[in-house]
């Protein structure tokens, strides 16, 4: 079963705007993270934000997380063509990768 | 230094046939995954192996999905026989005992008809 589920489906945006998705949760996390995949490909981990925290920042890439509210979004600023892919939270109820739960992902499609 | 490496990218099979998928995880890392991916969906965890021990095999439809982790390294998921329901991508996952982050294969793609 998914624990976490993304909202929106599908963005489509233009290049240089800002991509935003949000992921809902529905039991108490060690963390969450978020991963990209490209068509076809296997996921690659973006970044993780643990429960203590609150917002977390990489490159372009900034993760809020509100645990009253068992959510998180992740937001890409500066959009490239390159950036588009699928996009997943996952959780960790435990404090490894060994309990990872996966959403069902963010399809972010950037035109040039 | 290389990735997670799975083997085939692709297999194309008729339905009550076996299949076998192939994993070759990051050098050193204990805790080895096998995910199923359906078309749109995230992954969903079939067996997490430590080292050779498969703790965690709830999710395994164990009449026909088997798993093996020999030595603690490389590992081998099979299903006998193969549904059509089985379509999926399968992919393999590899961490460090109490690291965070998985490191996943490119998976190979499943397509019973």
């Known amino acids: 079963s998914q624990q976490g589920e993304e909202d929106p489906q599908a963005l489509s945006i233009q290049e240089g705007e800002n991509a935003t998705m949000n992921c809902s949760y529905k039991t108490s996390i060690n963390n969450l993270q978020w991963y990209r995949q490209n068509s076809g490909r296997g996921l690659v981990h973006l970044i993780l934000?643990?429960?203590?925290?609150r917002e977390k920042h990489s490159g372009r890439l900034r993760v809020t997380l509100d645990t009253s509210k068992k959510s998180s979004s992740l937001l890409i600023t500066a959009s490239r063509a390159a950036d588009t892919a699928s996009y997943f939270c996952a959780t960790a109820r435990g404090g490894s990768a060994r309990q990872l739960t996966f959403g069902s992902g963010t399809q972010l499609t950037v035109l040039p | 230094e290389a990735g997670v490496v799975q083997s085939p990218r692709y297999k194309i099979i008729e339905k009550k046939q076996p299949v076998a998928f192939w994993c070759n995880p990051i050098s050193g890392h204990n805790t080895l995954y096998w995910y199923r991916q359906n078309l749109g969906q995230g992954p969903e965890l079939l067996i997490r192996?430590?080292?050779?021990?498969?703790?965690?095999d709830s999710q395994l439809p164990k009449d026909r999905f088997s798993a093996e982790r020999l030595k603690g390294v490389d590992s081998t998921l099979k299903i006998q026989p193969a549904e059509l329901g089985d379509s999926a991508v399968y992919l393999c996952?590899?961490?460090?005992?109490?690291?965070?982050?998985?490191?996943f294969g490119q998976g190979t793609r499943l397509t019973v008809v």
């Open positions: 996952a590899s961490s460090q005992l109490r690291t965070d982050e998985a490191f």
């Open positions: 192996y430590e080292n050779e021990e498969a703790v965690d």
């Open positions: 934000i643990r429960s203590n925290e």
